[in-house]
């Protein structure tokens, strides 16, 4: 399998874009740290850059010279795989702030400067992540808590009430209500990872989400459909809503990856 992905460089001010195709191990491709990958970039353009021409890549790496980051995304890293070779890159990339990106393109070109939606929009056609080559959709699914109840829903089901806003979201059906995951999922196998979560308290008004996949405006996404609360974006700490929620679902889950918490782009 092979993909196209976006190399953004900053240096100087100045914005310049190349583009070339990978397999799935991209990630370590960036391990020879700046110097190499930015010759790489140079023999591959470069081109002009307009936030337009991220749309059709499947990935992005923005390199900001000036600023000293990296940050990465692309549809069908898994979060094993990101975890496994994010820390190496800290070490290959010294002094720089080593991110991803887990609104996709939306989140690069938020960086370079351009309003949410103004050129990736925000409500593309389809919620649902891109990580499915390891990952069919009947081994995933969404846990969600509210105050002391916790549900869980099918990954295939389109998640309508989690992005409907909160009356709808905080009357989950008691058909999806779960006490106990493990007796929930009544599979030989060890419960997955969900690929997404989000807590509501409905006191405090604040909702905090977190997901392991890259889906495209995600933080902007749930604050828009939760007007009138506080959104919390906890990027990939499920470990946190574990913490929180442990006594209500009983959670038998992974402990958190080595290097879970990787910051989203700022």
């Not at 808590?145 to 992005?163: H, I, N, Q, R």
């Not at 409907?164 to 599979?187: C, F, K, M, Q, S």
């Not at 997901?211 to 405006?217: D, F, L, M, N, P």
Request: contains cysteine; negative net charge; aromatic residues 14%.
């Amino acid at each position: 399998m092979s993909y196209w992905i976006a190399y953004v460089v900053v240096e100087g001010g100045t914005v310049r874009m190349a583009g070339d195709t990978h397999g799935y191990g991209f990630l370590t491709s960036l391990a020879g740290g700046p110097e190499a990958v930015l010759d790489r970039v140079a023999e591959l353009g470069p081109w002009s850059y307009e936030a337009t021409h991220l749309a059709p890549y499947e990935g992005t790496v923005l390199i900001d010279r000036d600023r000293r980051v990296l940050a990465i995304w692309a549809w069908d890293v898994m979060h094993a795989h990101r975890h496994a070779v994010l820390p190496e890159l800290r070490q290959a990339w010294t002094g720089y702030d080593v991110c991803w990106a887990y609104g996709g393109a939306g989140d690069i070109e938020a960086y370079l400067g351009h309003a949410p939606g103004e050129v990736t929009p925000l409500y593309a056609p389809g919620w649902r992540p891109y990580e499915t080559m390891h990952q069919p959709w009947d081994e995933q699914f969404f846990l969600v808590t509210v105050d002391d109840a916790g549900y869980a829903l099918s990954m295939p089901d389109e998640p309508a009430e989690l992005l409907a806003g909160p009356d709808e979201a905080v009357t989950l059906p008691d058909a999806w209500r779960i006490e106990n995951l493990a007796e929930w999922w009544h599979r030989d196998e060890p419960v997955p990872l969900p690929g997404l979560g989000l807590h509501l308290d409905t006191a405090s008004r604040i909702g905090t989400g977190w997901t392991v996949h890259t889906i495209e405006g995600v933080s902007e996404r749930w604050a828009q459909a939760w007007k009138g609360w506080r959104w919390v974006f906890d990027h990939d700490r499920y470990d946190r809503h574990y913490a929180r929620c442990h006594d209500l679902v009983r959670i038998f889950l992974p402990e958190p990856l080595p290097g879970a918490g990787w910051p989203p782009l700022r």
